[in-house]
């Protein structure tokens, strides 16, 4: 019951290098304080995220799991599009 409570988030960070880092997250507000203390991602530890570009909610954790895979097989230059608010999915590359 509590799964359909949570809101599962699929987020892009920017960090300070312009490069982008993708996620998953029922808390995206929490995840990014977590990143930000070096205790996130490893990616992030290395390259740390200045702000989230782009999010995207879906209705359960497999959805949002899913969606998060296709964004990170994206180019950066697909991702921008993305962010950018253009339709972007694995199909259109």
Known sequence: MAETMKKHTVYILECEDGSYYTGYTTDVEKRLSV??????????????????????????????????????????????ILVKGGSMDVGSK
């Open 35 to 80: 990143h930000r203390s070096g205790k996130g991602a490893k990616y992030t530890r290395s390259h740390k995220p200045i702000e989230v570009i782009h999010e995207e909610t879906f209705p359960d954790r497999s959805s949002a799991l899913k969606r998060e895979y296709e964004i990170k097989q994206l180019t950066k230059q697909q991702k921008e």
